[in-house]
């Protein structure tokens, strides 16, 4: 496995698999109380 840093051009699509878990996951017991494009903020992301 090949860990390495995400560039820009890849944002949107982290953004986005981001937002299919939390969607997927509200309301199971694995919802961990995250809100689409609230958390994990862009800063945390680019932090990440």
Do not use: C
């Not at 698999?17 to 800063?43: C, L, M």
Request: net charge positive; charged share 30%.
């Amino acid at each position: 496995m090949k860990i390495r840093v995400a560039n820009s051009k890849e944002k949107k699509s982290i953004r986005d698999f981001y937002n299919s878990i939390i969607v997927r996951n509200a309301g199971t017991i694995h919802d961990i109380g995250w809100k689409v494009d609230q958390y994990p903020s862009e800063e945390v992301l680019q932090q990440a």
